[in-house]
């Protein structure tokens, strides 16, 4: 894929990769339509580097302007910023709102900290039925790095989707067993089957802490869940917005769940749509119900339990059971613990291994059946 230079001159997209040992070079041209991950790493002077190392800076995967075609005439994508998200230093996420051409660069907290460093690259980048680009977005994790922590860490990856005014193209999360890191698969039983949502929407997710951690404000941006990857999140609910308590209790249970959450989850990544009995729903308990006191979801837990099927030399990934707990507060909410005028509400995923422990398997020592003539051994015996 071409890029185009500030001044109109044309290079390459690069993405980092590890070379020969696992150093990030930065000179590592992105094969088209081929999607690419890549954990490389940096050594750092830190109180050197930290402001003034462009690989340590969003700036420096922000300006990048795809070209849509291979000729330098062809028309300029731009590349849209989907989310940044800030991990602080007890790897809590929250999302950072910026406005558009706004950044945020590293800095020297402390002679040992250097703040807002990237630590994971994500690219989206859509393409016609031509393989004229259309579209590309970008996702960016900074973080905080110690010097004690050294070399850096970084994540690099790149994915290609097509859109198509036709048949919508299905993305699978593993074949046939989930890869770790993976969105997982979810749907909703018909009669003829399964129905599978191509919009990020409808697919198993979570909230995405923000910075103002309101439960109740319009729109809240969520994660999709991703196997093997353990996740927890969070806001607050202002007790002056909980006077019509059914309304509320709806509402975050809404923010908890997701407005369409699906009430199927595949078994495997690639498991077909026309076998429903690859599909595993999801467990739970809970009933919203009118009652005099007011009773609302405080936390969601999804515990998710999964095995290793198939081979020993290459074992696959499979969910087995998928179980929601929900707890609620069922005492007055102007009554909580410490007179406070907030209430925490939380959400977790958590995925547990429950395969047993492998053991190879050997056939029983073939007997020997032999027949000899009565005199085979004369004249010695």
């Known amino acids: 894929m071409l890029t185009a230079g500030q001044s109109g001159q044309t290079g390459v997209f690069l993405l980092p990769a590890p070379g ?20 490389c790493s940096r050594r750092l002077v830190l109180d050197q580097d930290c402001g003034s190392l462009p690989a340590l800076s969003m700036d420096a995967y922000t300006s990048i302007r795809l070209l849509a075609g291979k000729n330098q005439e062809a028309a300029v994508v731009p590349l849209e910023v ?33 703040a807002n460093v990237v630590l994971k690259v994500v690219y989206e980048i859509r393409f016609g039925p031509a393989g004229e680009l259309l579209k590309a977005s970008l996702s960016l994790v900074l ?3 110690r010097e004690a922590a050294l070399p850096l860490q970084q994540d690099f990856q790149v994915s290609y989707l097509q859109e198509d005014a036709g048949e919508a193209v299905v993305r699978h999360s593993g074949n046939p067993g989930y890869v770790v890191g993976m ?19 409808d697919w198993l997710s979570v909230p995405l802490s923000s910075e103002d951690q309101d439960c109740l404000r319009p729109s809240p941006r969520r994660s999709p869940l991703l196997f093997g990857l353990d996740s927890a999140s969070g806001c607050t609910l202002r007790l002056e917005d909980a006077a019509n308590c059914s309304l509320v209790s709806r509402l975050l249970l809404d923010v908890l769940r997701g407005p369409r959450r699906p009430p199927f989850v595949a078994s495997f990544g690639n498991s077909a749509v026309e076998n429903p009995l690859d599909w595993v729903p999801i467990k739970s308990s809970f009933l919203l119900e009118d009652t005099p006191s007011c009773s609302i979801p405080v936390s969601l837990h999804l515990e998710i339990r999964w095995t290793k099927y198939g081979s020993l030399v290459n074992p696959q990934a499979q969910i087995v059971s998928v179980t929601e707990v929900v707890q609620t507060n069922s005492s007055s909410l102007l009554q909580a613990p410490g007179g406070g005028s907030l209430q925490p509400i939380s959400s977790s995923v958590s995925f547990i291994p429950v395969s047993a422990a492998a053991q190879p398997g050997y056939r029983a020592t073939p007997t020997i059946d032999a027949k000899l003539p009565f005199d085979f051994f004369l004249p010695f015996v």
Do not use: M, W, Y
């Open 20 to 39: 020969l040992t696992a150093h990030c070079v930065d000179s590592s041209p992105a094969a088209f339509l081929k999607d690419q991950s890549s954990v």
């Open 82 to 114: 989907s989310s940044v998200v800030l991990r602080s230093t007890d790897n809590t996420e929250t999302e950072l709102k910026l406005s558009a051409g706004q950044t945020v660069r590293p800095s020297l907290t402390e002679p040992t900290l250097c």
């Open 143 to 145: 973080g905080f790095v």
């Open 183 to 201: 969105p997982l698969v979810s749907g909703t039983k018909t009669a003829e089957g399964i129905s599978r949502s191509l919009d990020p929407a």
